[in-house]
């Protein structure tokens, strides 16, 4: 099939390239096929073993790090009565590197996310405003319809399928999408236009005379 000249957000680069080209990428669009299907079929026994055996993801983790605690803490009084070697641990330690890149990192997030509250908070950005309030409903309903493991595997089942499908199909879901995209917009222009902009004025007005 020939490829359309039509992208999505214009892009020039391929889906597996954004994904970063490597191991993830080969896993995500399926190239690695047992790969993805092992990470599926694990991920559905772990979901199916919380749901039927009323585990929590923190009760389970507690076990497993208990389970793990007792086994090393034997083994290394067994070695030390049998003249044996204690167990190949390795040094566990984080370094001040890792800590100041981790600092960096949270800072320059943090500050961003701060950034961008301030500006819907003060109504500098309309299309963002629209754009996080309504990821927050999205989040708000789909919280409301299920539990944090159920939405965990029902996102892993959507990022091993949604991708895959897509490059797939990707020229016709480009071009029907795009078309979609310049409807959305046009709409938001006219409603801009004959609503937000009245809307925005009448606020500037209401602070003027006050």
């Not at 566990?92 to 301030?118: C, D, G, P, W, Y």
Request: proline share 3%; with cysteine.
């Amino acid at each position: 099939m020939e490829s359309s000249s039509v992208r999505l957000f214009h892009r020039q680069r391929s889906l597996h390239q954004i994904l970063g080209g490597g191991t993830l990428a080969d896993v995500i669009l399926w190239r690695r096929r047992n790969a993805a299907l092992g990470i599926l079929f694990v991920t559905l026994a772990a979901w199916v073993v919380f749901e039927k055996s009323g585990y929590t993801l923190l009760s389970f983790v507690a076990n497993v790090l208990l389970l793990l605690v007792s086994i090393l803490f034997v083994w290394a009084k067994s070695a030390a009565i049998l003249n044996r070697p204690p167990p190949p641990l390795p040094e566990l330690k984080i370094t001040e590197e890792v800590v100041q890149e981790a600092t960096a990192f949270v800072h320059t997030r943090l500050n961003s996310v701060l950034s961008v509250s301030q500006d819907i908070a003060l109504g500098k950005d309309s299309n963002l405003f629209f754009k996080v309030a309504g990821c927050l409903w999205v989040i708000s309903v789909v919280g409301s319809l299920t539990d944090f493991l159920t939405l965990g595997y029902t996102t892993l089942l959507i990022v091993l399928t949604v991708p895959m499908l897509y490059e797939k199909y990707e020229d016709h879901i480009d071009r029907y999408t795009m078309v979609a995209y310049t409807e959305a917009q046009q709409l938001y222009a006219r409603l801009d236009e004959e609503v937000l902009s009245k809307v925005r004025k009448y606020i500037l007005e209401k602070r003027k005379l006050s």
